[in-house]
C-alpha cells in the first residue's frame, strides 16, 4: 500500500520560514519524480516544485528563489524549505509522487498570517 505523510505545515508571520517533509512508504521512491503541489480556497491546484530521480528541479515562477525542494533517498523523504513566506503562499499543501502512476499524500495546511 503506498502512502506519502505529509508534516511541517502550520501558521507563520509574513517573511517567515517552514519545512516542509513528505515522508514515503510502498514504492521504490529513488525512482520516483516527487514534487509538491498547492491549493488555495477557491483556486485550482497548481505545481509548486518538483524534484526528479536524478535530482533536477523545478519552480514555478511565485517561489522561485525563496522556495527549495530537496530529497534524501535514504530515507525515502521529499522536502520543501519555504523562506520568505508570503500571504499568497497561504494554501493546502500536497505531496505527490510520479512514475507511470502518481500517488498523492492528504496534504498539510499553510497558513501565512500576521
Known amino acids: 500500500q503506498v502512502q506519502l505523510g505529509e508534516s511541517g505545515g502550520g501558521l507563520v508571520q509574513p517573511g517567515g520560514s517552514l519545512r516542509l517533509s513528505c515522508a514515503a512508504s510502498?514504492?521504490?521512491?529513488?525512482?520516483?519524480?516527487m514534487g509538491w503541489y498547492r491549493q488555495a480556497p477557491g483556486k485550482e491546484r497548481e505545481l509548486v516544485a518538483s524534484?526528479?530521480?536524478?535530482?533536477?528541479?523545478n519552480y514555478v515562477d511565485s517561489v522561485k528563489g525563496r522556495f527549495t525542494i530537496s530529497r534524501d533517498n535514504a530515507k525515502n523523504t521529499v522536502f520543501l524549505q519555504m523562506n520568505s513566506l508570503k500571504p499568497e503562499d497561504t494554501a493546502v499543501y500536497y505531496c505527490?509522487?510520479?512514475?507511470?502512476?502518481?500517488?498523492w499524500g492528504q496534504g498539510t495546511q499553510v497558513t501565512v498570517s500576521s
Open positions: 505527490n509522487a510520479y512514475y507511470v502512476y502518481q500517488y
Open positions: 510502498g514504492i521504490t521512491f529513488s525512482i520516483y519524480k
Open positions: 524534484i526528479t530521480n536524478s535530482g533536477s528541479t
